[in-house]
Every structure is written in structure tokens, then in C-alpha cells.
């Protein structure tokens, strides 16, 4: 069955770290994969979106997300994270027709 | 261009109360989705339409139902609610079906609460 996993339910950074959210997914078929940002008690926003080709994907807010097929993840990244940056932080996949499959949430939080 | 909308943003039933949510989405979208947001359990896709006049079941419809009589406004209702409804909701719209290369776009959520 097609399936979206993120691993990590909370994730604690210090402003100005490094940040990597893991996504991993299960699909017949290379799926679109995207990364969505849901701040607290507002809808989702899309950060990033991969189709094919090029497997490093930048996104708004300077995020980035690398596509690795062998080993079946589509991790987000961002090099210094900002305080604005906590938020729960969704990787969805589509494997086409009609339905996205989204992943459980990460909720980052982010320490000054 | 306000986007996608969805009325009202909060809402207290009782156990057998009936309510409509009401989305509407202002990009000429032809595809308009309801999903379900529990704790741990991201989003889930309750009904989905292709179009004015078109509805389709998603993962979990039971309990639901929906209308799209005009291209711009997806509506939910729940006939006789029920505490396992206590959830929020989110409208979604896109341009191309499960969004496609521009992903979907998403309101701000109605937050239920079944009593």
C-alpha cells in the first residue's frame, strides 16, 4: 500500500542550527512528493514539490529537500533555522488519480 | 483573491446536531477536497469533487456528505454528528486532480467539536 512515513513526531532546534525532517515513502512507482508548513491554527502552505528530474528541490523560506530513490526518503533541510520556523511540517506524497497521502506531521520547535 | 475560505472557523455541537461547512475558493479551481486533521494522524481525504456537480468518496466518508452546485463552493454537511467528528477540517482546491505540479491549496480550517 502507498504510505508516507516521518519518523520523528517533535523535533527541538536552537535558532541558527541546521535543520533535517526525514520522510520516507512507499510507492509502486516514483510518487510527486511534497512538503507542506501548517503554523499554529492556520491551513497548510506548500514549501516544496518534486515531479522528476533534478533531485535536489529548493523551496520558499530557503528550505530544500533531496529525492533519494534507493533509499525511498525525500528529507527536508534548511541550514539555520529561524524562530518563524517552528511549525508542524507534513510530507505528502501523490501517487497520481486522486488522493495525496500525507504523512503524520513533524512539529519542530525551535529554542532562541 | 482571498484564496480558499471556509465558514465558520469554530463550532460547538451536541451528539445528533447537523451542521454544513461551507468552502469556497476563488482561483477557478476545478477540483475542490475535504479532509479530516487528527493528532498523529495528518490529513485525511473525507470526499473530493472534479468538478461543479461532481462528488466522489475518499478514505473516510462515513458520516458525510457533500454538494458542489456551484464550481466555487465545496459544502460538508453532517446529518446527525457524532464526538468521533470532533476534529478540524480543511478545504483544499487545486488546478489538476491531487494537485498536480502546483500541490493544493488549503484554508485556514474549521475546528469542531462534538459534545
Known amino acids: 500500500a502507498q504510505s508516507v512515513t516521518q519518523p520523528d513526531i517533535h523535533i527541538t532546534v536552537s535558532e541558527g542550527a541546521s535543520l533535517e525532517l526525514r520522510c520516507n515513502y512507499s510507492?509502486?512507482?516514483?510518487?510527486?512528493l511534497f512538503w507542506y508548513v501548517q503554523s499554529p491554527g492556520q491551513g497548510l502552505q506548500l514549501l516544496l514539490k518534486?515531479?522528476?528530474?533534478?533531485?535536489l528541490v529548493q523551496g520558499i523560506k530557503g528550505f530544500e529537500a533531496e529525492f533519494k530513490r534507493s533509499q525511498s526518503s525525500f528529507n527536508l533541510r534548511k541550514p539555520s533555522v529561524h524562530w518563524s520556523d517552528a511549525a508542524e511540517y507534513f510530507c505528502?506524497?501523490?501517487?497520481?488519480?486522486?488522493?495525496?497521502?500525507f504523512g503524520a506531521g513533524t512539529r519542530l520547535a525551535v529554542h532562541p | 483573491n482571498a484564496g480558499v475560505t471556509q465558514t465558520p472557523k469554530f463550532r460547538v455541537l451536541k451528539t445528533g446536531q447537523s451542521m454544513t461547512l461551507l468552502c469556497a475558493q476563488d482561483?477557478?479551481?476545478?477540483?475542490m477536497y475535504w479532509y479530516r486533521q487528527d493528532p498523529g494522524m495528518g490529513l485525511r481525504l473525507i470526499h473530493y469533487?472534479?468538478?461543479?456537480?461532481?462528488?466522489a468518496k475518499g478514505e473516510v466518508p462515513d458520516g458525510y456528505n457533500v454538494s458542489r452546485l456551484k464550481k466555487q463552493n465545496f459544502l460538508l454537511g453532517l446529518e446527525s454528528a457524532a464526538p468521533s467528528q470532533t476534529s478540524v477540517y480543511f478545504c483544499?482546491?487545486?488546478?489538476?486532480?491531487?494537485?498536480?505540479?502546483?500541490?493544493?491549496?488549503f484554508g485556514p480550517g474549521t475546528r469542531l467539536t462534538v459534545l
Open positions: 482561483m477557478n479551481h476545478e477540483y
Open positions: 505528502v506524497g501523490s501517487g497520481g488519480y486522486n488522493k495525496l497521502i
Open positions: 518534486y515531479f522528476s528530474g533534478d533531485t
Open positions: 483544499a482546491s487545486s488546478y489538476s486532480l491531487a494537485g498536480g505540479r502546483r500541490g493544493q491549496f
Open positions: 510507492y509502486g512507482a516514483t510518487p510527486y
Open positions: 469533487s472534479v468538478g461543479e456537480g461532481t462528488t
